[in-house]
């Protein structure tokens, strides 16, 4: 699950990290109350106007601008709340904007150079220990530094028995070239930073950029954060940060019903028991020269009313244009699968407009192939794998 900018930056907050101050606003009016609001806070003229969307790369979008008076606070909110900002991150669609984030600029000229750095804390599965990843590279993509200059991003592995060490924070302000002021805030920026992550469960946080503003202070400018969703229980606070509006509707959907569902790009919708074999599956389709068009796993209970609920997901996506199901009966039995399936086939009625491919295979395989071959229903079966994969490859020819 990933939380919205100002989300984040409500829990960095609540752990001690400086952040760029702001007010979330629905309309431009709400923006403008915003500012003033800010200003009596902050004392801050100057507003910097940010898309609220589940999307980086907002700034090169036109999703972030700066705004030098009320006029163009209410005029640059306007614009952008109720845009598709196309971003490097989303699609050529866009993401809808529903609202922005109205914040104190915080890069305003004093006494020293301000400086964008990059950092993000994250999980080294390698070597099964948290990360701390940063560079002197702020405010770009980290994609393209570690694509461009890799000697720019240096890295801080964190040992769970003794946490991060105060040694390892001095190394990053060493090693983002601070001294003074600024050094020390640094540090004490990476501690609570560090803190926030751990405490949280998250699975990763991304602040880029970090600001060294010109007064010495370090700033946290943007956040991006994603939680660990097996962690979210123990977070209510977390859990009612979600924003179903930036998910997949229909992810969202088979969410609520229970099932395990990614939406994917391509025409084959796939309905199988397990993870593992959902992911055969999917090379399967690919090998056949389809591609899954979601990733659906229904679980150990592939009863009627189950299948039928998978069924009407699968197809809410326009691009299905055939539907493997591909089961493993192992304690739940083949035969009952296929009931399940005939039964659902029935109840929905002329819902179902393109071809069923039913691969079962494990007790009582043969009877369940009966069962669907009897059923005079547009439903192939097969037993075997590559046979399944046959009619999906004679199924996409005849559509090509
Ligand atoms: P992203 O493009 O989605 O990563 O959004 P960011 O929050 O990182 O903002 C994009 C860029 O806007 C930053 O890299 C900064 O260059 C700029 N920016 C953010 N806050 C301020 C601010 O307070 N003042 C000014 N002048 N620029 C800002
Ligand atoms: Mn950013």
Excluded at 215 to 226: E, M
Aim: with cysteine; proline share 2%.
């Amino acid at each position: 699950m990933n939380l919205h900018e100002y989300q984040g930056k409500e829990i960095l907050a609540s752990y001690g990290v400086t952040v760029q101050r702001g007010r979330i606003a629905n309309t431009a009016d709400e923006a403008v109350a915003a500012a003033k609001q800010l200003t009596e806070e902050t004392g801050t003229g100057w507003h910097i106007i940010k898309a609220q969307v589940h999307a980086g790369g907002r700034g090169k979008g036109g999703g972030v601008k700066l705004a030098k008076n009320l006029e163009e606070v209410k005029e640059i909110a306007g614009s952008i709340i109720g845009m598709d900002l196309v971003t490097p991150q989303t699609t050529a669609a866009g993401k809808r904007v529903h609202m922005v984030l109205v914040a104190e600029d915080v890069y305003g000229p004093g006494e020293s150079e301000i400086q964008e750095f990059y950092m993000s804390v994250l999980l080294d599965r390698a070597q099964s220990r948290n990360m701390i990843m940063y560079s002197t590279e702020g405010g770009m993509d980290i994609e393209t530094v570690a694509e461009e200059t890799p000697h720019l991003i240096f890295t801080e592995t964190i040992d769970p028995a003794h946490g991060l060490q105060a040694f390892q924070a001095r190394r990053i302000a060493f090693n983002l070239g601070l001294s003074g002021k600024a050094f020390k805030e640094m540090t004490k920026f990476v501690f609570a930073l560090y803190e926030a992550y751990v405490k949280s469960d998250s699975a990763l946080f991304e602040i880029n950029p970090v600001l060294k503003a010109s007064d010495d202070r370090i700033i946290a400018v943007d956040c991006k954060i994603t939680m660990d969703e097996n962690a979210l229980y123990r977070h209510a606070d977390i859990q009612a940060m979600r924003d179903t509006r930036e998910e997949s509707p229909i992810e969202v959907e088979a969410k609520a019903v229970g099932l395990n569902y990614v939406d994917l790009d391509g025409n084959v919708g796939c309905m199988v028991n397990g993870a593992g074999l959902a992911m055969a599956t999917m090379d399967l389709i690919k090998q056949a020269g389809g591609e899954p068009a979601n990733f659906l796993d229904v679980g150990g209970t592939a009863d009627a009313k189950r299948v039928e609920e998978a069924f009407r997901i699968i197809l809410k996506d326009p691009a299905v244009e055939a539907i493997l199901v591909n089961i493993f009966g192992g304690i739940v039995r083949c035969d009952r699968v296929a009931q399940g399936i005939v039964d659902a086939y029935k109840n929905m009625g002329d819902a179902i407009k393109v071809p069923i491919i039913v691969r079962l295979q494990g007790t009582n395989a043969e009877i369940a192939k009966e069962l669907i071959d009897t059923s005079g229903l547009n439903v192939q079966s097969a037993v075997e794998f590559q046979e399944a994969a046959d009619m999906v490859q004679a199924v996409i020819a005849k559509n090509k």
